[in-house]
């Protein structure tokens, strides 16, 4: 099927809400983490995999818990731009 | 995707090579995620870089599977870097192929009117709101491949048809021209004439500058790449303390 129309294809084909709330952004020292929740294969603990990190201090990209698929205990997170 | 975290009391920091038999893990999920073994490390930086890749996103939250970059991610970082005194300057390197026209003027005059010394590098694509974005800061750099789609603002989605829809693009698209022309050396009549040429994007008006043109017209002030904005940012910032140690002496 081709589709001829002006509309953005995210207004004709809508994204399943559940798409939205799958990733959400969390507040980290000195930015922000978009992080997946995910379920630890072996001992089914809670894990956030990191999808993105968002910083402007390039020293943060080098740390290696933050870098993209590492998987974080919610623990860890302890939040906030102090 | 299978994990290797099996260890029954968690650590904190799970990815750092403590033992033998983890550390092995920890570069296995190195080479899957960033195809290197080792990232290098350095000391605290007092220049920050802000990264604007994907779509400028505006109002609308889009899909997560796009990349962009949300403007209220971006303001707090931007007002961290002008409080934040161990940061004397900041380097914004675009990717972007535009989008909300309201946010990239409003990341665009941040960048702007910060107080610190500023330096923009175009690699890949600095499209249509990512063109005020990158003639934004003191000083400009562009990739010599990379490429600047200028064309005029448009609505996708619903439109209304009366004559005050288009006046009202008309004065949006007047914010953007005006910024562009004060921001850089382009004159407002050759970029109104990019901006409105036929022929050069297929069935579409506008043009796609690339690189050296952005120079020749400009809009951009130096080809270069990561090297030569690190370095004209380590200038400026020079300069800028220089200036401020006369004014204490006086």
Redesign the interface.
Known sequence: MILYT???Q??VFP?NDD??S??Q?LPIPG??LVVEATN????G?N?YRVVRL??????M??N??Y???????P??ITGG?E | M??F??N?E?T?????PQDGGKGKE?IL??I???GATN????E??N????TIIGQIEGHM?????NKTTKYE?VI??LV??EQNKK?EG?LVILNTVGGDVEAGLALAEMISSLSKPTVTLVLGGGHSIGVPIAVSADYSFIAETATMTIHPVRL??L?IGVPQTFEYLDKMQDRVISFVTRNSNISEEKFKDLMLSKGNLTRDIGTNVIGDDAVKYGMINEVGGIGSAIKKLNELIEKQKSQSGGDVVQ
Not at chain 1, 67 to 73: A, E, F, I, K
Not at chain 2, 12 to 16: F, G, V
Not at chain 2, 47 to 50: E, P
Request: aromatic share 6%.
């Open positions: 002006y509309q953005p995210n207004l994204t798409e939205y799958k990733q952004t930015g922000s630890d294969v072996q001992s603990a894990k968002m910083s402007t201090d390039p020293n990209y080098l290696s818990n870098q993209p698929g590492s998987l974080l205990d623990k860890f731009m | 299978n994990t975290y099996h029954e968690p904190p920091a799970p990815n750092q920890g999920d190195k899957q995620q960033l990232v290098p490390k350095m605290e930086s220049i920050h870089v802000l939250q889009l899909p997560p599977q991610h707090p970082q961290a870097a940061i900041l996708t989605g439109v």
